[in-house]
Every structure is written in structure tokens, then in C-alpha cells.
């Protein structure tokens, strides 16, 4: 680690994460929580998402999809619900729940073999490994349904790094907000209340700003997305950043001292 950021570390409280949170105890001493975007922000997987949308579409409704909604940093639940809506198909819960449960089968079994044009972003890996050596919760808060999200991380190996059992996932809910929520209110269960006292949202979309600045958060915005630094700063961040590269500023903030 470089020396300005364990300097970092040892003001945040000075004790190193285990490698991997699967065998991290309940009550560790969590002293910050980092929910991370993933779409975007750690990985990109092009067009598949697109695809993957048309494929379950075919397999549930026996057709092509005659319009495709936007998916930038919107929940699966959002998405499904606005595609069966804009083709005047049946959109309760129960269609809704049954179009991702197809979703999450073709992603699973599409993966291996579409999975060779995903990417993973600049300094993703670096990033996440940085953030490890500190007292910190990594999680998720995404749009992704939760398997799907754990099927992409784990990919690339950064689930060593995350406690995907605290994330926030976009299985039931077309709002980004209620993920922060659901996010905070489950790390504070396990790690004890304290772990929120420093909670930075890292996202490359205006929707991922608006839900941490929706409960009081910090939120760092990453140009490695569709938006640019002054469309996610207008949506309230923070901080932005060109790339993972340089997490100098948000140490500083995890810190205290921005």
C-alpha cells in the first residue's frame, strides 16, 4: 500500500481486513461501509446486457422484442416491469418475478460463453484490493438481480473482496434508494451500527448519485460510464473521478479529512 494511504488507514483505525469476507466474524470491527455499483463502474459487459434482455424475452413471450428500454443504472425489477409494460403484457409481480428467474438461468448459462467480452474496468481489481487493507465493508449496491451479480464478480475473482451478503440488489424494487437502504440496514445488522458512520457509494450513473445523497451518504461518481463528470456531480456527488486508478481522494474521505 502506498505510504499516504496507510497513513489513511491507521487515522480510520488502523487494523487490516481479512481476505475474504466470507470468513470475516459478525462483529469484526467495521469502521466504514463501500457499497459498489458494478455495471460500469467495476465491469463492463457491453452489449450482453441488451442481449440477455432479448433472449429471456424470446423464451417467456415466444417473440422479439419490438422496443428495448433503457438500462443505465436502473434495476432489473425496473427494466423487466417497463419492457413487459411498453409490449402491453401482463406486469404483476408474479410476471415480473418469473421474467428474472429466466433472466438469471440465461445468464448463468450464457456466462461461459459470452462472458469472454466482459471486462474488467481500470483499477477495478486495484481499487477493491486498496480498500481491503482498511477497516472498511465492501458490498454491492446494484441493479442486477443478486445471482446475477455474484455470477459477474466472481468471474474476475472480486467477490474476495466484497461481502455480498449485505449488498443491495435490484430483485424487488425499481428504486436505487431503497438499495442503499436495504444495503446500510443489513451491514449495521451484522457489523454493528458503526459501520454506516462512513458509508461512501461508488457509481458511474446519476441514479447511483441520487441514492446516496436520497439518505445522507457520501457518493462518488467514475466517468467509465455513459455520464460525465458534471452530469454526476449536478446529480449531487461528491466526488468524481476519471478512472479507479487514483483512489486517493475518496481515502481521504473515508478518513475524514476531505
Same mark, same amino acid.
Given at each position: 500500500?502506498?505510504?499516504?494511504?496507510?497513513?489513511?488507514?491507521?487515522?480510520?483505525?488502523?487494523?487490516?481486513?481479512?481476505?475474504?469476507?466470507?470468513?470475516?466474524?459478525?462483529?469484526?470491527?467495521?469502521?466504514?461501509?463501500?457499497?459498489?455499483?458494478?455495471?460500469?463502474?467495476?465491469?463492463?459487459?457491453?452489449?450482453?446486457?441488451?442481449?440477455?434482455?432479448?433472449?429471456?424475452?424470446?423464451?417467456?413471450?415466444?417473440?422479439?422484442?419490438?422496443?428495448?428500454?433503457?438500462?443505465?443504472?436502473r434495476?432489473?425489477?425496473?427494466?423487466?416491469?417497463?419492457?413487459?409494460?411498453?409490449?402491453?403484457?401482463?406486469?404483476?409481480?408474479?410476471?415480473?418475478?418469473?421474467?428474472?428467474?429466466?433472466?438469471?438461468?440465461?445468464?448463468?448459462?450464457?456466462?461461459?460463453?459470452?462472458?469472454?467480452?466482459?471486462?474488467?474496468?481500470?483499477?477495478?481489481?486495484?481499487?477493491?484490493h486498496? !480498500?481491503?487493507?482498511?477497516?472498511?465493508?465492501?458490498?454491492?449496491?446494484?441493479g442486477?438481480?443478486?445471482?446475477?451479480?455474484?455470477?459477474?464478480?466472481?468471474?474476475?475473482?472480486?467477490?474476495?473482496?466484497?461481502?455480498?451478503?449485505?449488498?443491495?440488489?435490484?430483485?424487488?424494487?425499481?428504486?436505487?434508494?431503497?438499495l442503499? +437502504? +436495504?444495503?446500510?440496514?443489513?451491514?449495521?445488522?451484522?457489523?454493528?451500527?458503526?459501520?454506516?458512520?462512513?458509508?461512501?457509494?461508488?457509481?458511474?450513473?446519476p441514479?447511483?448519485?441520487?441514492?446516496?445523497?436520497?439518505?445522507?451518504?457520501?457518493?462518488?461518481?467514475?466517468?467509465?460510464?455513459?455520464?460525465?463528470?458534471?452530469? !454526476?456531480?449536478? @446529480?449531487? @456527488?461528491?466526488?468524481?473521478?476519471?478512472s479507479?486508478?487514483?483512489?486517493?481522494?475518496?481515502?481521504?474521505?473515508?478518513?475524514?479529512?476531505?
Open positions: 500500500m502506498p505510504r499516504d494511504h496507510a497513513a489513511l488507514g491507521e487515522r480510520l483505525g488502523g487494523v487490516r481486513a481479512a481476505a475474504h469476507y466470507g470468513h470475516m466474524p459478525t462483529k469484526w470491527a467495521a469502521r466504514g461501509l463501500v457499497p459498489w455499483d458494478i455495471d460500469q463502474t467495476l465491469l463492463s459487459f457491453g452489449g450482453l446486457v441488451y442481449e440477455t434482455y432479448r433472449t429471456v424475452f424470446r423464451r417467456v413471450h415466444g417473440a422479439e422484442p419490438q422496443v428495448m428500454p433503457d438500462v443505465h443504472g434495476t432489473d425489477h425496473a427494466i423487466t416491469l417497463e419492457l413487459l409494460k411498453l409490449h402491453r403484457l401482463p406486469h404483476e409481480d408474479a410476471d415480473v418475478t418469473a421474467f428474472l428467474d429466466v433472466l438469471v438461468q440465461v445468464f448463468r448459462t450464457d456466462l461461459p460463453r459470452t462472458g469472454a467480452a466482459a471486462l474488467l474496468l481500470p483499477g477495478a481489481k486495484e481499487a477493491l486498496t !480498500l481491503g487493507e482498511w477497516p472498511i465493508v465492501q458490498s454491492v449496491v446494484t442486477n438481480v443478486r445471482a446475477v451479480a455474484e455470477l459477474k464478480v466472481r468471474q474476475f475473482g472480486l467477490d474476495a473482496w466484497l461481502d455480498l451478503t449485505v449488498g443491495g440488489y435490484g430483485d424487488r424494487t425499481g428504486r436505487r434508494a431503497d442503499v +437502504a +436495504a444495503a446500510i440496514g443489513v451491514a449495521q445488522q451484522r457489523y454493528g451500527r458503526t459501520v454506516a458512520r462512513r458509508t461512501v457509494v461508488i457509481g458511474d450513473t441514479y447511483d448519485i441520487e441514492a446516496a445523497v436520497a439518505h445522507g451518504v457520501t457518493a462518488v461518481g467514475v466517468t467509465s460510464g455513459a455520464y460525465a463528470a458534471a452530469q !454526476l456531480s449536478e @446529480a449531487g @456527488a461528491d466526488l468524481t473521478l476519471a479507479l486508478h487514483d483512489l486517493a481522494p475518496v481515502l481521504a474521505l473515508l478518513a475524514g479529512s476531505a
